[in-house]
Structure formats: C-alpha cells, structure tokens
C-alpha cells in the first residue's frame, strides 16, 4: 500500500470518527426527539411527487400484499411494521413511506382510511423498532413522502388523527436536524437538507427555519453539483436520485411566494442536459460508477422539464465523461479519474470504459449492477473487469478498501488508488471524430500506461480503436505483461465469431447487422453477465482478446455496421461463421 493510500484511509477513518463523537455528543438529544414532537405547526402545502405511480398497487396494499424491492410480504392481518423484513432494501422501501402514492393515485374512500391506518399503525409503535427506519436517508424519505402524500391522509381525516400526524411529522424533522452530524457525504446529505428544505416550506411559522435549511442546502449544492451538472460521485444515477426532489422544490419555493435560492437554480439547469448526456437510444441510461436500471417513466417525467428539449453535449470535462455520436451511432466513455474517497463507496474501476448502442439497440455495455440486492455482486461489478475496458494482469486499475473491519468502519469499501492522471484530446477529422485517452492506473504496479484511441466515423457505422500499452518507466522489465481487453455485449444481442477467429458477427433486436474485428489477434466470445436489468440479473457475451505486452503492446480493432439486413448477411458469411453446437 502506497503512502498515498495510507493518507486517504487515515482520513477516511478521522473523518467517520469525528462523526460518531459528535453524533454521540447530540446523541442524548437525538434520543429524546424521537419522544419530543416540539411544537406542533399547521400544513400549509404539500408537495408535488414526479415518481411514477400504479393504481392497482393499492388493491395489493389493502390485501396486506407489500411488494418492494423485488420481494412480497403478506401482512394475513399482522401490522407490517412488526414483520422481519425479507432485506434491507424492502425495509427502506417500506419505512421510507413512498408507496402511498400509489394509494393516492386510486383516490378512494377505502384507500384514503388503509393510508391513515398504515400511517396511525406506524405511529403507534413503541420506538417503532428497526434501526433501519432511522437512517437518516429513510427518515428523509419519510418526511418527504407524508408532506407529499398530506392530501391523502388528511381530507376526511378527523381532529386527532391530524393532530397525532403533525406532532409525528415534527419529531421526525427534529430527529433530521439532530443527526445532520452523522451523515455521510454523497447523495444522503442532500436528501436530508432537502427533506429539511421542505420541511420548513410546508409548516406555518418556519421562517427562521426556511433561511438556515436554504442556506445549508445551497452550500451542500454548490459542494455536491460539479460545473457541467455531474454529481460528485460521477454516478449518473445520483441525478435520477436528486431531480425528482429538487424540481417538486424549486415549485414549492413559488407556491410560497418565495425566491428560490440561485444554487437551486443553478444546480437544476446544470443538471438536466446530464439527463440526455447519459441516455442511449433505447432511453437507458450509461452503467457507470453504481447506475443501474432507471424507471423508463420517471426519466419521461423529468425529461419534460428539460427547456432546452437540445441535443447532448459532447464533453462532459468536470465529471470525466465524453461522448461520440454520428447517425444513429452514440458511444459514451469514462475518461475520468475516480471520484474523492469520501464520495466513492459506489464508485466503479472503469477508467476508458465505454458503452456503444445502434438507434433502440445497445450493443457494446458494461456490467452495471442489480437495482437491488447490491451486496452479493458488488465486488465484481467494481472491477475492471466488469467493464468493457482493458484489464492488466486480471488487476482492476482502482484499489478499493479491503479489510472488513475498516469497510464496517467506513460503511462501504471507498476507492483509496487509482488512476491520478487520465487524458482526453478529442478533433474533428475529415474521416469523423478522433478521441484519444489515457490513464494511469497501473503506471505505479505494473509500470504502464493505458492510451486507447477512438474514431468514429462521419456517418456513424464504423468505429475503429487501438488498446496501447506505454512505457510509465524504465522500471517496467521483468513485470507480468499479460492483459486482456473486454467488450461486453448488452444481452439482446446475439454474436457468432467468425471460423478466422479474427471476427464476430452481431445481430441486434432490430435486425441490424454489425461485425467486430480485431486486425492481428485471436477473438473469443466467452460467457458474462448483465447485472442491470430491469428483471435482474441476465446472461450475456463478451467478446474477449487476451495478449502479451512483449508480443502485442497494443491491439487494433473495429465495429462496422453492416449495409445488408441479418438475412443477406448470414447467407454470406456462412463460409466464414464457425459451426454452432447443436443444443
């Protein structure tokens, strides 16, 4: 472990230990906010709510049927809150309250009373046990979903319940204010400022209140929202994350008459053309740095508030992301450095990786990882290898914390190495665009440096590169030099590699036809797996070149659409397709 490495944990470890001194210092305060509602305000407005909503899961929730998360719990008449949770995420799903939208959207009688019920069942309980149901991300959410949800709960309601409803809501923001000392950096505290945000926008007599939750809010905006509108973490998802909360926000400010801070703005503007930066043709978005699978609706929804309807910028300098795009071609790559360590127990090793899609139709992917159930492939998904990159000597390019001691410590495992230096240089050629890129990732173990170059044609139906590795130092000699440089395939794509062992034939949904080609070396197509799907996990192919820097310092290769439909195509290359196994 480098010197370097030593500082970053040493830092991390400083950082999350004055968290928890000062946590336990406010603790006795925070115990008795749980207990103490303070003073009981009147609503004065509910917020909007941009998730999608389905009517018919009301009918489950009244039947004591809880689906979330990909899991079901049937209540059979117990309240739900004293049921063991069948994981982590149905838990936070459950305790953060946002399924009452759904109820809101049947809009009846019998699902306005199963609201206040569930509501008033959860209120009821002792200390409501989990300690899952006060992390301060699920406490946020909560506040949030029952400023949102108010109408529901509240029209027909009578006295009592509205006042057992207001005096909970208020010791659950106290709780929010108190435990602002230990939560993490990253997306967490901003949904935290931003449930205390609206908090004092939606109760009478906040004005002080509304004055310091903008203010830490706009700081904590300003920290978190990088220039060209990428999160800190470089995680596409953490803007799919924020948006839907920030937009209902920036309303609820000129609901109340009020001016919403200029950070707010800012950040909003900034973020929206990220939206379409990220987005292929299918509407899905780029899997890098922890993005999964994104509700196809809710990215609609907030597409719509984007003014400038534009298309997407070429260069994203600030988050380290680039993208080509000619014709129905669009190619979108990593060419940053990793995330600070603070911010990057999500963050991937997938330096120059990138991802390739054809119109409605991706192609080229990384991995990703699962919407839910994170835990059992989290490891691999972080890897280099989970990315369609070049991987030296099956070594991922980041160096991430590895004790489980210290990952109990820090929650997570952050990257604490890797690449310090990454290079972008992107022209305009009379042949199309010129993107070249580098990093150093394994200059400090192994002694080289990772260039890959890219160009995509004018017309977008060829795309040629070059893998090349470069003497970091004199002091390379006698280290291992094998590498292997990965392209993995979306799983509606079907591949054959060619009887030369030099190609593959790709056949997409739409039934267009394109071949890879690597100039001088063997082919393989080897087995792999699509962890973002929406149904979950999902096997797939890559395609696989694996060389000896003494032999091959780099590897030439290409993608060319072809012109004939899959048809024509197969009938030609039947000389050259290797035999298929029979089944």
Not at 19 to 30: C, D, E, N
Not at 170 to 176: A, H, K, S, V
Not at 183 to 190: F, M, S, T
Not at 219 to 234: A, C, M, V, Y
């Given at each position: 472990?480098?010197?370097?490495?030593?500082?970053?944990?040493?830092?991390l470890?400083?950082?999350?230990?004055a968290?928890?001194?000062?946590?336990?210092?406010?603790?006795?305060?925070?115990a008795?906010?749980?207990?103490?509602?303070?003073?009981?305000?009147?609503l004065?407005?509910a917020?909007?709510?941009?998730?999608?909503?389905?009517a018919?899961?009301?009918?489950?929730?009244y039947?004591?049927?809880?689906v979330?998360?990909?899991?079901?719990?049937s209540?059979?008449?117990?309240?739900?809150?004293?049921?063991?949770?069948?994981?982590?995420?149905w838990?936070?799903?459950l305790?953060?309250?946002?399924?009452?939208?759904?109820l809101?959207a049947?809009?009846?009688?019998?699902?306005r009373?199963?609201?206040?019920?569930?509501?008033?069942d959860?209120?009821?309980?002792?200390?409501?046990?989990?300690?899952i149901?006060?992390?301060?991300?699920v406490?946020a959410?909560?506040?949030?979903?029952?400023?949102?949800?108010?109408p529901?709960?509240?029209?027909?309601?009578?006295?009592?319940?509205?006042?057992?409803?207001?005096?909970?809501l208020?010791?659950?923001?106290?709780?929010?204010r108190y435990t602002?000392?230990d939560?993490?950096?990253?997306?967490?505290?901003?949904q935290?400022?931003?449930?205390?945000?609206?908090?004092?926008?939606?109760?009478a007599?906040q004005?002080?209140?509304?004055?310091?939750?903008?203010?830490?809010?706009s700081?904590?905006?300003?920290?978190?929202?990088?220039?060209?509108?990428?999160?800190?973490?470089?995680n596409?998802?953490?803007?799919?994350?924020?948006?839907?909360?920030?937009?209902?926000?920036?309303?609820?400010?000129?609901?109340?008459?009020?001016?919403?801070?200029?950070?707010?703005?800012?950040?909003i503007?900034?973020m929206?053309?990220m939206?379409?930066?990220?987005?292929?043709?299918?509407?899905?978005?780029?899997?890098?740095n922890?993005m999964s699978?994104?509700?196809s609706?809710l990215?609609?929804?907030?597409?719509?508030?984007?003014?400038?309807?534009?298309?997407?910028?070429?260069?994203?300098?600030?988050?380290?992301f680039q993208?080509?795009e000619?014709?129905?071609?669009?190619?979108?790559?990593?060419?940053?450095?990793?995330?600070?360590?603070?911010?990057?127990?999500d963050?991937?090793?997938?330096?120059l990786?990138?991802?390739?899609?054809?119109?409605?139709?991706?192609?080229?992917v990384?991995c990703?990882?699962?919407?839910?159930?994170?835990?059992?492939?989290?490891?691999?998904?972080?890897?280099?290898a989970?990315h369609?990159?070049l991987?030296?000597?099956d070594?991922?390019?980041?160096?991430?914390?590895?004790?489980?001691a210290?990952?109990?410590?820090?929650?997570?495992?952050?990257?604490?190495?890797?690449?310090?230096?990454?290079?972008?240089?992107?022209?305009?050629?009379?042949?199309?665009?010129?993107?070249?890129t580098?990093?150093?990732?394994?200059?400090?173990?192994?002694?080289?440096?990772?260039?890959?170059?890219?160009?995509?044609?004018?017309?977008?139906?060829?795309?040629?590169?070059e893998?090349?590795?470069?003497?970091?130092?004199?002091?390379?000699?006698g280290?291992?030099?094998?590498?292997?440089?990965?392209?993995?395939?979306h799983?509606s794509?079907?591949?054959?590699?060619l009887?030369?062992?030099?190609?593959?034939?790709?056949?997409?949904?739409?039934?267009?036809?394109?071949t890879?080609e690597?100039?001088?070396?063997?082919?393989?197509?080897?087995?792999?797996?699509?962890?973002?799907?929406?149904?979950?996990?999902?096997?797939?192919?890559?395609?696989?070149?694996?060389?000896?820097?003494?032999?091959a310092?780099?590897?030439?290769?290409?993608?060319?659409?072809?012109?004939?439909?899959?048809?024509t195509t197969?009938?030609?290359?039947?000389?050259r397709?290797?035999?298929?196994?029979?089944?």
């Open positions: 472990m480098s010197v370097a490495q030593r500082r970053r944990i040493s830092s470890v400083l950082g999350r230990a968290r928890k001194v000062l946590a336990s210092a406010s603790g006795k305060s925070v008795l906010s749980r207990f103490w509602p303070g003073r009981t305000d009147r004065l407005i917020p909007n709510d941009l998730r999608t909503v389905d018919t899961r009301a009918s489950e929730i039947a004591g049927r809880f979330f998360a990909g899991k079901i719990v209540s059979h008449g117990r309240s739900i809150f004293d049921l063991d949770p069948p994981s982590e995420d838990d936070a799903n305790l953060g309250f946002g399924w009452l939208r759904h809101r049947a809009d009846t009688a019998i699902t009373a199963n609201a206040r019920s569930l509501i008033d959860w209120i009821s309980k002792p200390i409501r046990r989990r300690g149901g006060w992390r301060p991300d406490v959410r909560r506040v949030i979903s029952l400023l949102s949800q108010a529901l709960v509240l029209n027909d309601a009578d006295s009592r319940f509205y006042r057992r409803f207001l005096r909970n208020t010791r659950e923001i106290r709780y929010l602002m000392l939560i993490a950096d990253g997306v967490p505290r901003l935290v400022l931003i449930a205390l945000c609206y908090a004092s926008l939606c109760l007599n004005g002080k209140q509304i004055r310091t939750a903008s203010r830490r809010l700081d904590e905006l300003q920290k978190q929202i990088l220039p060209d509108g990428g999160h800190i973490s470089r596409p998802g953490a803007l799919i994350e924020l948006l839907p909360d920030l937009l209902p926000l920036r309303q609820t400010f000129a609901a109340r008459n009020m001016a919403p801070p200029s950070a707010l703005l800012n950040a503007d900034r929206m053309p939206l379409r930066f990220f987005r292929h043709g299918d509407g899905s978005f780029a899997l890098f922890g699978s994104a509700p609706g990215l609609a929804t907030l597409l719509a508030y984007d003014d400038t309807h534009g298309i997407p910028m070429a260069s994203m300098p600030h988050s380290g993208r080509l000619a014709g129905a071609t669009a190619l979108i790559m990593d060419t940053g450095a990793p995330p600070p360590a603070a911010v990057s127990r963050a991937h090793a997938g330096c990786s990138f991802e390739l899609s054809s119109g409605p139709s991706r192609i080229v990384n990703g990882i699962p919407a839910t159930g994170r835990d059992n492939w989290r490891a691999f998904s972080r890897s280099t989970a369609s990159t991987t030296y000597h070594t991922s390019s980041c160096q991430f914390v590895k004790l489980p210290m990952k109990r410590m820090l929650e997570g495992a952050p990257i604490v190495g890797g690449p310090a230096t990454v290079g972008a240089f992107r022209e305009a050629t009379n042949s199309g665009v010129l993107l070249t580098s990093h150093d990732g394994y200059a400090r173990q192994f002694g080289v440096v990772h260039q890959r170059v890219l160009m995509l044609s004018e017309d977008g139906t060829r795309l040629d590169g893998d090349t590795l470069l003497n970091a130092s004199n002091s390379s000699r280290r291992a030099d094998d590498y292997v440089v990965r392209f993995h395939l799983p794509v079907k591949a054959n590699r009887s030369d062992a030099r190609g593959v034939i790709l056949v997409l949904p739409n039934r267009d036809v394109w890879f690597a100039l001088d070396d063997k082919v393989e197509l080897e087995d792999s797996v699509f962890l973002a799907g929406s149904d979950g996990p999902r096997r797939t192919t890559q395609i696989v070149i694996r060389q000896s820097r003494k032999d310092p780099s590897i030439r290769w290409n993608f060319v659409r072809s012109s004939s439909s899959a048809a197969t009938a030609r290359r039947d000389a397709r290797e035999p298929e196994l029979p089944l």
